[in-house]
């Protein structure tokens, strides 16, 4: 990122939610990005994906300039690039936690289909819940939820992995046990970005981010 900034139109007036932010995330690295509530965290972690776009600035990831990118070009190279974990888990809940899991890559075509259902299940296995494969979701606990998020996050095998809070409606020893699921993930030389209002969280990761009022400091 260079001399990112966003700024959002609202009927008070605008509202600067990133400042002149000027970051570079190595490939292969644990990232945690920490800040109070309301200080940018998630607007940052939104232009590591494309989500949103800067008001001025820039955005690469792996070489592609993504903060110009729109519609099917950026859905295309996120399905490819980004996997994304929320903190609400965000699964669907008429699909049991197996095809939630294939859903990204029925989206993308880029794995065989007869290959999609394994892939699943070897994911959910690495994630310690394929036991609950077939169940839907609401008959899954919150940190059972979680890692069935990542295991979708996982699916298209993206290099780069990011995280809003995924530990925020978790307990603190199963947010533990997630935590070290995403250190995995960098063991196996995935760059993973993970948004927490948690400082306690942050001794599992390389860096530490800090935002204040849209600033790093």
């Keep these: 990122m260079r001399q990112l900034t966003k700024v959002y139109e ?4 605008r509202f600067p939610a990133l400042r002149d932010i000027t970051l570079d995330v190595g490939s292969g690295e644990l990232v945690a990005i920490v800040g109070k509530s309301g200080s940018g965290k998630s607007t940052l972690l939104n232009m590591f994906a494309g989500i949103d776009h800067p008001t001025s600035g ?23 690039t980004v996997g ?3 903190q609400f888990f965000q699964l669907l809940p008429t699909l ?3 095809e939630n899991v294939m859903l990204p890559m029925d989206f993308l075509g880029a794995l065989p289909a007869r290959e999609r259902r394994a892939r699943a299940l070897s ?12 169940k839907l979701p609401a008959a899954l606990s919150g940190g059972q939820q979680q890692r ?18 995924p530990t925020g409606n978790l307990d603190s020893e199963t947010g533990a046990a997630v935590l070290r699921l995403f250190t995995e993930l960098r063991g196996d030389g995935k760059t993973v970005v993970v948004v927490t209002h948690e400082r306690d969280a942050a001794v599992a990761f390389d860096r530490v981010v800090t935002l204040a009022d849209g600033r790093l400091s």
Excluded: C, H, K, Y
């Design 96 to 98: 049991t936690i197996l």
């Design 58 to 80: 820039s955005v690469a990831a792996f070489g592609t300039p993504i903060a110009s990118m729109r519609g099917g070009r950026l859905a295309s190279w996120r399905g490819r």
């Design 123 to 134: 994911l959910l296995e690495r994630v310690g819940i394929a036991d609950q494969a077939r």
């Design 148 to 165: 069935a998020a990542i295991a979708r996050a996982l699916a298209n095998d993206p290099p780069l992995v990011i995280a809003d809070e």
């Design 10 to 13: 609202s009927p008070a007036g």
């Design 84 to 86: 994304i974990v929320f």
